[in-house]
Nanobody, 125 residues
Framework: QLQLVETGGGLVRPGESRTLSCAASGAALGVYAIAWFRQAPGKEREGVACISSGGVASYAGSARGRFKISRDNAEHTAYLQIDSLNADDTAAYYC???????????????????WGQGTQVTVSA
């Protein structure tokens, strides 16, 4: 069974960049679409970005320009790079996997069968 583990969170200063990693084990990551979601305190979980198994990326409107999702199937790892971090980016970030078509992915949480435990990103001066 696919298992996902996120790393890379921590305390960052406003304006800095941070890359989060999502490492997969138990199954080949290459057949899954991967998405990143985040949940800030008191807010609902929101989709940030996803990438299909074929490498097609999609972003939430709020994430375009500062977020970049990528994947390395050979390393069984997906990444989320966040630039120009600000306080509104403070949240727990989760990666999730869905077995779906090669060229599509969706930022809809119920679609995803596998989830990591999350990594906390706190943006503060």
């Amino acid at each position: 069974q696919l298992q996902l583990v996120e790393t890379g969170g921590g305390l960052v200063r406003p304006g800095e960049s941070r890359t989060l990693s999502c490492a997969a084990s138990g199954a080949a990551l290459g057949v899954y679409a991967i998405a990143w979601f985040r949940q800030a305190p008191g807010k609902e979980r929101e989709g940030v970005a996803c990438i299909s198994s074929g490498g097609v990326a999609s972003y939430a409107g709020s994430a375009r320009g500062r977020f970049k999702i990528s994947r390395d199937n050979a390393e069984h790892t997906a990444y989320l790079q966040i630039d120009s971090l600000n306080a509104d980016d403070t949240a727990a970030y989760y990666c999730a996997a869905e077995y779906t078509s090669k060229y599509q992915c969706f930022l809809t949480a119920p679609r995803y069968d596998y989830w990591g435990q999350g990594t906390q990103v706190t943006v503060s001066a």
